[in-house]
């Protein structure tokens, strides 16, 4: 049993692609699998074909138990619900704010879910805000998609900085390389840098058109495209998180 | 759209609902006319073959459990929801028949509780094949699922058909509206999950629940003794015959353990209720009976021993303990020697011919010229027969003290068994509660005199048994300390039963009970 949130500061790294992926992948293991969809953007929730229910909102989400329990749904795929994302979560920061222990609610709300899922996925908003620290104290493993480029490695740095800060370990965070191009040498480089790092697993995701093209056939690759190169990427990403998270 | 992922029988969440196909409606059409009403996405065909178990007696069915094998992976479900309790592979498609067989896991777990000493027999191999249909909403979202299932059952080629319709959580208002449809369709009352289940087991000529050892004969007050005994001991005849095949095959200990109480509950009954039956047929019942009570008996004594090998074990020291392993042996030797003749006698003419008569007279038109009990009321005879039983009961526990021999603790526990058979025959014709109580009771005095029998015959078998060793080596010394020790303490143990013997008789005849009988009986 775990949450699992996929993270990065930055956007347009994977991490939706993530998410969706991988929580397929657990669901098709038999686990009991819930994808909770925090980003107000609402991207997992539209690959999974669900339109959010119009009643449920930030506020909704924050008082939890049955009002997260009706807003649940099942996806296609056996094992898997989703929570779908609202647009209102665009300001669950001020919403958090006002609450009393104000960096727990999330874990709080997740409380029940824990018993019910064995696995939760969260897709999170790319931001470091009040939500970010509710997702991170909530959270039993932080998984950061990192495209390997100068920029993205200042962010994990940011991402450290920021964990310490608000007393949380480093030894939550899994990195992984997103999006890597073959033919780009300061990939090569980058991921050279940083592989021999605590956290840093081995299994990368490549930059493939298959991936992209999710928003066409709005499905997991692995459902839309089993035998594909992006499906098999994400089968040996998860491989390698699962025996991270069974060794912690 | 989706193509994979179709395994979605057993993933809880949404609500379900499951019909057997009418057979007025065809499969084919009520497909077409599905695709006309929604926006319909079909699934690749599936074939699954499934072997399902459970004991003789249905202890998985009874705990509303059931027990499959699917290509070389057992999955015990919950009956009602589907909802899968455990799953085992072993690797290798093997066939485990005792709970204990199964390598140590949580089926293991979950199995040896319910299944206890019995076997796991297979009961029908059902072929289904599965053709599912995506109901789907305007983005393409599956809103519900529906099967069109063909079973077949392998073993007798009964077919059965149902169509399931599974919703999806938070899509209540699809399941509703596909619901509505099949209900406009003409598709008639739901069944249960394990309808396909059934059908097949059925279709071998087995029912759920049509076998318990316990004996429940429903008896009218206004029947006539020779009617009500007839119903009795048709009853424990039938009982007799669903445990040969059993015993032949020696599929488990308790098919013969259920025989001979059938047997013995038999005998007592031409013994207790008499004049009921013509002279001629009773003599000769109760020869036939006694020579089934004696030709059964070797097998299950033995059988008895092999089963209580742990408790024998945890009498002794650790140290002593493998001394027993090659009496163990022996007695499991003589066990195979004893079972084989009686699945020979079983299967003998002697034996058929024996049974054969019993069901012919029983079954006949013709029940012979009237005795001095045969029409007299049944209710007026169990009153009487259950009352002499209790006073002789009563009687004889009154004379026993702590000086008298433990011959008349025997005797004792021969009228309470005597008393007990009489008022499990004629239990129906009493109130329910009452009567509960009452066997109860007397269940309680019984336990403490079977404790003390059990143990005296254990003690004359091993102590034949040492008579029977050869002295001299090694070997049968180190058996001869074990089974020392163990005389030791089961004496010990005996002597302790007969200390508890007082509290349970006069627990027995206290004035409560006392006047439980009495308004009962009298």
């Not at chain 2, 084989?340 to 038109?365: F, M």
Request: hydrophobic letters at 35%; aromatic letters at 10%; charged letters at 30%.
């Amino acid at each position: 049993m775990a949450v699992i949130a996929v993270y990065n500061i930055k956007g347009g790294v994977g991490k939706t692609a993530t998410a969706v992926n991988l929580s397929y992948l657990s669901a098709r293991e038999g686990r009991k699998t819930l994808l909770c969809d925090m980003d107000p953007q609402g991207s997992s929730t539209f690959y999974f074909r669900i339109r959010p229910d119009r009643k449920f909102n930030t506020k909704k989400l924050l008082k939890g138990g049955k009002h997260i329990d009706q807003s649940i749904r099942g996806t296609d795929f056996p094992w898997l619900d989703l929570l779908p994302a609202d647009f209102s979560y665009r300001n669950i920061d001020i919403a958090l704010d006002d609450m009393k222990k104000s960096r727990q609610r999330i874990s709080r709300v997740l409380k029940p879910l824990r018993r019910e899922y064995q696995n939760i996925f969260i897709d999170c908003p790319p931001n470091i805000t009040l939500l970010s620290e509710n997702i991170f104290y909530a959270a039993d493993h932080i998984l950061v998609p990192l495209i390997p480029t100068t920029l993205s490695h200042l962010s994990l740095q940011q991402l450290y900085r920021f964990l310490e800060e608000i007393g949380e370990s480093r030894s939550k965070v899994m990195v992984f390389f997103s999006m890597v191009e073959k033919r780009k040498k300061m990939h090569w480089e980058l991921m050279r840098q940083l592989i021999k790092k605590k956290g840093v697993l081995p299994a990368l995701i490549p930059y493939l058109a298959d991936i992209e093209k999710m928003g066409l056939y709005r499905q997991p690759v692995g459902a839309a495209l089993p035998q594909s190169p992006a499906a098999l990427a994400y089968v040996d990403l998860w491989r390698e998180i699962s025996k991270r998270m069974e060794k912690s | 759209m989706p193509t994979t992922g179709h395994r979605a029988r057993t993933a809880p969440g949404g609500r379900r609902s499951i019909w057997s196909l009418p057979a007025s409606l065809e499969v084919g059409p009520l497909i077409a006319d599905l695709a006309k009403a929604f926006q319909v996405q079909p699934e690749k065909d599936l074939t699954r073959v499934r072997k399902w178990f459970d004991t003789h007696d249905w202890r998985l069915y009874r705990r509303k459990l059931l027990l499959f094998q699917e290509q070389c992976q057992w999955h015990l479900i919950h009956r009602d929801s589907e909802e899968q309790a455990t799953a085992f592979s072993g690797g290798k498609c093997e066939q485990y028949r005792y709970s204990w067989d199964f390598p140590v896991s949580r089926m293991r777990v979950l199995l040896e509780p319910v299944l206890s000493i019995r076997s796991l027999l297979p009961l029908a191999t059902l072929q289904t094949i599965s053709r599912c249909r995506r109901i789907l909403n305007r983005d393409g979202k599956t809103i519900a699922l529906v099967y069109f299932d063909d079973h077949e059952t392998r073993e007798t080629g009964a077919r059965f058909s149902t169509v399931t319709l599974k919703g999806m959580r938070g899509y209540d208002s699809g399941f509703k509206e596909v619901s509505g449809f099949f209900a406009a369709y003409g598709m008639g009352n739901e069944v249960a999950p394990y309808a396909p289940f059934e059908q097949g087991v059925r279709s071998t000529g087995r029912t759920p629940l049509d076998y318990s050892s316990k004996f429940r004969a429903k008896l009218q007050p206004q029947m006539t003794a020779r009617q009500a005994m007839a119903l009795i001991y048709r009853q424990l005849l039938e009982t007799m015959e669903r445990n040969e095949q059993g015993i032949i095959h020696d599929l488990d200990s308790e098919f013969l353990h259920d025989f001979r109480v059938a047997v013995r509950r038999t005998r007592s009954g031409l013994g207790l209720v008499r004049d009921v039956l013509p002279r001629a047929v009773l003599e000769r019942a109760k020869k036939d009976f006694s020579r089934l009570g004696s030709i059964t008996g070797a097998t299950r004594d033995l059988d008895v021993y092999l089963l209580d090998r742990e408790k024998y074990l945890a009498r002794l020291p650790e140290k002593l303990r493998p001394h027993l392993d090659s009496f163990f042996t022996d007695m499991a030797g003589r066990r195979d020697k004893e079972q084989r003749r009686l699945s020979a006698y079983l299967r003998s003419p002697e034996y058929r011919k024996l049974i054969g008569h019993w069901h012919a007279y029983l079954h006949g038109l013709d029940q012979g010229d009237e005795t001095p009990n045969s029409v007299r009321p049944v209710m007026e005879l169990a009153r009487e027969i259950i009352c002499r039983r209790y006073t002789k009961v009563m009687k004889r526990g009154k004379a026993i003290n702590d000086a008298s021999p433990d011959e008349e603790l025997h005797r004792l526990r021969i009228q309470c068994k005597k008393l007990r058979y009489a008022m499990e025959f004629f239990a129906s014709l009493f109130p329910a509660a009452e009567i509960k109580r009452a066997v109860k009771q007397l269940k309680k005095l019984q336990d403490n005199l079977g404790s003390f029998n059990d143990l005296s015959v254990q003690q004359d078998m091993l102590r034949s048994y040492l008579a029977g060793l050869r002295p001299g080596s090694r070997k049968n010394q180190d058996l001869a300390t074990a089974i020392g020790g163990l005389l030791t303490n089961l004496h010990h143990e005996q002597q302790e039963v007969r200390r508890h013997f007082d509290a349970a008789s006069q627990h027995f005849s206290s004035e409560k009970n006392l006047l439980l009988y009495r308004n009962m009986f009298t």
